[in-house]
């Protein structure tokens, strides 16, 4: 079945510095989501992606839907101590009359001030 | 603040024990989705309900079984409960007509310890 690698597993940096994180397959997928988990909540959607190509910006954060329809990244450029969370991505493809979407196991982002 | 509400936030039971977990989603989504988290781990989909009819299926256990009522709130059951069923519950919902996504916006989650 589908199944998404997300990488880096955990990240450790400077504030300031900026940060990429990706998520790749074999399966194609329709849309791309990014999420972002603090500890004991539940995740907040961060940048939806619905096309091939799709580059979307939010604030300091950037996502690009992969050309293949089989990876997607998140940038996030100067960080601060609050971007400090697990960063999820999900991929959805069609499945009997709806959708389903398939979560990358997470990269979990700290934060040095 | 997603929109989406989930009771109780916090289960404390013992093996063999059910229990059942509410999600309300938000206003207007017809479509609502539960996932299972455990200690450390990502997202596993357990199940999705658009108008009250199941539409999708993901690793569910046979224990388990949720409904999406009338008035579209959601209900997950959790029977015979284990040590290993101890998790974060999380509901989202989403719109429904979307036809290439669904993005989802999840709630605050339920947290199940069995003792």
Redesign the interface.
Known sequence: GQQLNQSPQSMFIQEGEDVSMNCTSSSIFNTWLWYKQDPGEGPVLLIALYKAGELTSNGRLTAQFGITRKDSFLNISASIPSDVGIYFCAGQFPNTGGFKTIFGAGTRLFVKA | D?G?TQTPKHLITATGQRVTLRCSPRSGDL?V?W?QQSLD?????LI?Y?NGEE??K?NILERFSAQQFPDLHSELNLSSLELGDSA?Y?C?SSL?TSG??????????T?LLVL
């Open positions: 997603s989406v479509s989705y996932y781990q990502g997202l596993q989909f999705q658009y539409r999708a993901g974060l999380f989202a429904g290439h996504g669904e993005t989802q916006y999840f709630g605050p989650g947290r």
